[in-house]
Nanobody, 122 residues
Framework: QVNLVESGGRVVQAGDSLTLTCAAS????????ITWFRQTPGKEREGVAC????????YYADSAKGRFTISRDNAANTAYLEMSKLRPDDTAVYYC???????????????WGQGTQVTVSS
């Protein structure tokens, strides 16, 4: 059974750092790209960062560049999102999802985690 489970979300202060974890099971993480998304109420889910499964290429939304780092450990079947210099507008539910390539539409992602809440207070 394919499963993605996010963890690590919590309430932090502006300027703090936080690392989110995406634990995959039921499939080899090495066969897929992983994208971190986030969503706030009333807004569309937006892609934050994607890491490819070949060459570990990394892509970031403008809002994440210079502050967030995506990584993966295929041996542990786990992906990560390291976030630094957090701002109140980073407050959202963060999701990880798998696909065959970075940059596709939301429909290209066939499995999603349940999300983890990140709240950044000012």
């Amino acid at each position: 059974q394919v499963n993605l489970v996010e963890s690590g979300g919590r309430v932090v202060q502006a300027g703090d750092s936080l690392t989110l974890t995406c634990a995959a099971s039921g499939f080899p993480l090495a066969d897929y790209v992983i994208t971190w998304f986030r969503q706030t109420p009333g807004k569309e889910r937006e892609g934050v960062a994607c890491i490819s499964n070949e060459l570990d290429l990394k892509y970031y939304a403008d809002s994440a560049k210079g502050r967030f780092t995506i990584s993966r450990d295929n041996a542990a079947n786990t992906a990560y999102l390291e976030m630094s210099k957090l701002r109140p507008d980073d407050t959202a539910v963060y999701y990880c999802a798998r696909a065959l390539r970075c940059g596709g539409s939301l429909d290209a992602y066939d499995y999603w985690g349940q999300g983890t809440q990140v709240t950044v207070s000012s």
